[in-house]
């Protein structure tokens, strides 16, 4: 397995997240599908350095899953590694997310569970490529 490639992967994904949450993209829906405060927002707005460490070691965790899965599955190609993020997405994540957002949600609207779920589609995806194509 490439380390500096599950470790390029592993930035995409962090820094994809940040985006994907950010005002650019879903933090407004997403806080109101959390029903979040404009305070809450702007507190969350406000993440210091140490708030990233977390969501690096879970998407060098992830990275290198998906690299293991990839290299015994013998996938070389971009094709074939998008392939392998979009499966890994629908079974992993969409079903434990379907768990959490949807049965047991209290109420929560759905479009939580479609913004949280779409960044893990997208991210999975670019890591399958990435991680598939740089062996």
């Known amino acids: 397995m490439n380390f500096l490639a599950i470790i390029v992967a592993a930035i995409v994904n962090v820094v994809l997240g ?3 949450y950010s005002p650019m993209l879903f933090a407004k829906p997403w806080a109101k599908a959390m029903g979040m405060t404009k305070e ?3 507190k969350g707005a406000k993440m210091s350095a140490g708030m990233y460490v977390p969501p690096m070691i879970a998407a060098l965790v992830t990275s290198y899953v998906m690299a293991w899965f990839l290299n015994a599955l013998n996938v070389t190609t971009v094709g074939g590694g998008i392939q392998i993020g979009f499966l890994a997405w629908l079974g992993f ?3 434990a997310q379907v768990l959490n ?3 047991f949600s209290n109420g929560r609207p759905k479009e939580a569970y479609f913004i949280n779920t779409g960044y893990h589609l997208v ?3 670019i890591m399958g490529a990435i991680l598939a194509a740089w062996r």
């Open 18 to 20: 940040s985006l994907w």
């Open 40 to 42: 809450q927002m702007a």
């Open 93 to 95: 994540t969409t079903t």
């Open 101 to 103: 957002s949807w049965v």
């Open 123 to 125: 991210v999975f995806c």
